[in-house]
């Protein structure tokens, strides 16, 4: 069996994800947009099953569009009605101010009086609804109204009070979007769809397809930041023209940044390039703005970014359209975009395996305060946590704070076996976990990866561009120079030569991960490739067996989890760990598998004559997947609370 034969086995990686994958309704990154999206990868076999993620992961969208025959995504928005959760008479909950936040400043969608009043009294059951909401009034009115509150007391205000002051002075969230038509430009008939020979799979991909235009969405050109009279405000983020973009849908009502990859991915290959390019436009406007593509196009998100994929954005337009015209524009918003990641949140960090010092890049939002969109959630994890050993103090207190944004930035919000100091503590209360958050002491391997790429892209982006001008070659060589320094960085830091996998790397213990993620494929969907396989004094055979133990581990999940790769082998409770499967993990293993240089993919399939979990390479009773086979979750049944598949031959195969 040549080892070829993996990349198509795990071609069925997202149809399985859909069934393990328990979508949460709060989630940020895993969409029907972005899931759909993923049918963007040409192999007919992934294209179908990629869409099939799509459809069974929508979340809110999907489930709000079944219950009435108008369609959410297209008709105006109602406000959500706030109902108080104690008598209308009472005093709602109030608590310490958090300090003023730098990046965040507005005095009604940014922490303060007034936000921290209308969210801990948990009026709406999603603290997104609130922050989404325009003022009907001027911002001077509304402030004006809420310190009239409690007799002009925050510490008296009733629960009837909040409730008619939201009612009185907020219209309906979302209003400052309107559905795009993506007129002539949406074929009906995409040329992909012809390589699907199967006429149900054909037909179900075409419905598929055709969500674009429910997902689609543009500002509202007489009032792009949704008010509705002069001096009142939002907290949406306008461009600085109407252009079409795509939502995730559901409560998320604005333009997201590492979603927007696997949407570019999707819009391509349903012949929507007019789209991407505005998508791209978009993303310029605010780097414009702010120097950095934030988590979305929210006030509320000023302070944090996302995974950073804006180059190979504008790379995949360029591939799929040889328009390379833009680069005028978004070469130097790209530098800016770099600039911020470095200045911002990349350390000198010396390696502890050779002494080397590198420019390591992690997460670390500043802020010392609750996310607005998550206010309530976030208030109750840090100022009442009361476990043994969490005696927080104001500086510790700042510091979860910034965790919590900064695992949102990574847009894996949240894995306790990637970010928790310790990932196992209650599996029927996730916020335990979430208390003891270490974000900013975890140098994420997949992070660095993407940075990589993107330095890789912008050294071709310079050698294309200017007519070869020796500005142009400077600027080509310097990003070469940083690209080629990360990929040394990425080498010595996370790859793991007796594990045979990349790891994140933990500062607080000083070493890598234990546990094995599908965070390890980034390096190799960017095609870095460790010494064991590139060195041409080790004999093929021996570096295609070498290449093999990387992806054993890949091997022995699928066979075990039905073709699913899980976002952990560890179950927490959190929706980036076990049982839950993503489309972008199951897209990047994807790549990585395809990126496989033919000569090192060829050759005979090791045997697994003692099942594949015997494949996985093992040094000092430690192996790949930092787990004993005994250890690990099995695989759940769906619908079946309890029940669990007989594991007697799994990985036998």
Not at 126 to 134: G, H, L, Q, R
């Amino acid at each position: 069996m040549r080892f070829n034969a993996l990349r198509s086995l795990v071609t069925l990686l997202p149809a399985v994800a859909a069934v393990v994958a328990q979508s949460s309704s709060d989630t940020t990154s895993a969409t029907s947009a972005m899931a759909t999206s993923t049918a963007s990868m040409t192999m007919s076999s992934t294209v179908t099953s990629a869409a099939a993620s799509a459809s069974a992961s929508t979340g809110t969208a999907s489930a709000d569009a079944s219950s009435s025959s108008a369609n959410p995504l297209t008709e105006k928005p109602a406000a959500a009605v706030p109902s108080a959760t104690g008598e209308p008479a009472a005093i709602i909950p109030s608590g310490p101010l958090p300090p003023t936040q730098e990046l965040c400043d507005s005095p009604i969608y940014c922490p303060g009086p007034l936000l921290q009043a209308v969210q801990l009294a948990g009026i709406f059951s999603d603290s997104k609804t609130f922050v989404d909401k325009a003022t009907s009034k001027p911002e001077s009115e509304v402030l004006d109204a809420f310190n009239a509150l409690g007799g002009g007391n925050t510490s008296n205000i009733t629960y009837e009070e909040i409730i008619n002051f939201v009612e009185d002075n907020f219209v309906a969230e979302g209003v400052e979007l309107v559905p795009a038509d993506l007129g002539d430009e949406f074929v009906e008939n995409p040329e992909f769809l012809e390589g699907v020979d199967d006429e149900v799979v054909r037909d179900w991909l075409k419905q598929v397809h055709s969500y674009w235009e429910l997902l689609a969405r543009t500002t509202n050109s007489s009032s792009p930041s949704g008010t509705q009279c002069d001096g009142c405000v939002s907290s949406f983020i306008p461009f600085n023209e109407s252009r079409t973009f795509v939502v995730p849908g559901g409560r998320f009502r604005e333009l997201y940044y590492w979603d927007t990859f696997f949407v570019i991915e999707g819009l391509l290959t349903s012949q929507l390039d007019s789209v991407v390019k505005s998508l791209l436009e978009n993303f310029g406007d605010l780097i414009d703005l702010l120097g950095f593509i934030p988590n979305g196009n929210r006030i509320y998100y000023k302070n944090r970014s996302q995974p950073p994929f804006f180059a190979l954005m504008v790379d995949r337009y360029i591939e799929a359209s040889n328009d390379t015209s833009v680069l005028e524009r978004f070469l130097p918003l790209l530098e800016r975009e770099m600039s911020f990641w470095k200045n911002n949140r990349t350390i000198e960090f010396t390696s502890p395996f050779t002494n080397k010092t590198h420019n390591i890049t992690h997460y670390q939002v500043d802020t010392s305060a609750p996310r607005p969109e998550s206010y309530l959630e976030d208030y109750e994890t840090v100022e009442m946590a009361d476990e043994s050993g969490l005696e927080l103090n104001e500086t510790s207190k700042a510091l979860l704070y910034s965790n919590l944004a900064a695992g949102a930035e990574s847009g894996l919000d949240y894995s306790a076996v990637r970010w928790s100091k310790q990932p196992v503590i209650d599996l029927e209360d996730t916020i335990p976990a979430q208390r003891f958050l270490n974000t900013r002491e975890q140098l994420p391997v997949d992070l660095n990866s993407i940075l990589f790429a993107a330095e890789q892209r912008l050294s071709a982006f310079y050698k294309m561009s200017g007519n070869g001008t020796q500005a142009n070659m400077t600027r080509a060589n310097y990003w070469a120079s940083q690209a080629q320094a990360r990929k040394e960085a990425i080498l010595d830091v996370f790859w793991d030569p007796t594990r045979k996998f990349f790891y994140d790397f933990n500062m607080t213990r000083g070493e890598r991960a234990e546990f094995y993620t599908p965070a390890g494929f980034f390096p190799l969907w960017a095609k870095i490739l460790p010494q064991e396989f590139v060195n041409e004094t080790i004999s093929i055979d021996e570096r295609r067996q070498n290449l093999q133990g990387v992806f054993s581990g890949l091997r022995y999940i699928i066979d075990r989890f039905n073709g699913t790769l899980p976002s952990s082998l560890v179950t927490t409770g959190q929706q980036w760990d076990f049982a839950n499967a993503w489309p972008p993990h199951t897209y990047i293993a994807l790549e990585a598998l395809r990126n496989v240089p033919d000569m090192l993919a060829a050759g005979q399939q090791l045997a697994a004559e003692n099942g594949t979990y015997a494949l996985i390479p093992t040094t000092n009773g430690t192996n790949q997947l930092g787990q004993t086979e005994d250890t690990l979750p099995i695989q759940p049944v769906e619908n079946e609370p309890g029940q669990q598949i007989d594991e007697t031959n799994r990985g036998a195969t």
